[in-house]
């Protein structure tokens, strides 16, 4: 157990404002990319770091991989790497307020691949693009460490891929474009704030 006095020193200092803070965080991410099939749900695991440059202006820069099954015949592979802009509407001095909400959006590159289990060359994979929007709240523990849950809505922009299972067997599609049937993707994580920069 840390001696009081070098908790005590580990307090962050603000320089000036918000602007400049530094933080690296992990995350774990739910997907919902299941067409109403709740035994379908990815999950995946990833890493960020944020830097602020405004009291009501953060950003995240995230990498995320998930998996997922396609019914019981094959699976999702997905992986996201990104960023996004979080607004925070209330004021807030300091960390010490315990919870901190935010509205978010973001871009991303997004991989995927699906596949077949008994059939593995039956498979398909494509890079795109997309967009997030949602909204989230920081839980601040202290001043350094916080919690952070959120949820955003995926939209995918380039071509992507999706599996169906139609009559017991497993078919492979291709779509292209603006897509509005994404995904919702739920995400916890664990942030710790390194400094303040500037």
């Not at 840390?2 to 602007?19: F, R, Y």
Request: proline share 3%.
């Amino acid at each position: 157990m840390l001696p009081s006095t070098m908790i005590a020193q580990t307090e962050l200092k603000i320089k000036k404002t918000h602007g400049g803070i530094f933080s690296l965080g992990m995350r774990t991410t739910v997907s919902t990319f299941n067409h109403g099939n709740w035994d379908d749900v990815g999950t995946g695991v990833g890493g960020q770091y944020r830097v602020q440059f405004h009291d009501r202006v953060n950003t995240e820069w995230y990498a995320d991989y998930l998996t997922s099954k396609i019914g019981k015949l094959g699976q999702r592979t997905d992986a996201h790497i990104g960023w996004s802009v979080m607004f925070y509407p209330l004021k807030d001095p300091s960390y010490k307020r315990f919870l901190k909400p935010y509205i978010v959006m973001g871009h991303c590159f997004d991989y995927s691949k699906v596949s077949e289990n008994a059939n593995p060359q039956n498979s398909m994979e494509r890079w795109s693009a997309a967009i997030q929007c949602g909204v989230g709240n920081h839980f601040n523990l202290t001043d350094r460490l916080d919690l952070t849950m959120k949820a955003q809505y995926m939209f995918h922009l380039g071509n992507h891929v999706e599996a169906h299972i139609e009559e017991g067997k497993f078919e492979i599609h291709e779509h292209g474009g603006l897509s509005l049937e994404g995904h919702l993707l739920f995400t916890l994580s664990v942030n710790y704030k390194i400094a303040d920069l500037w």
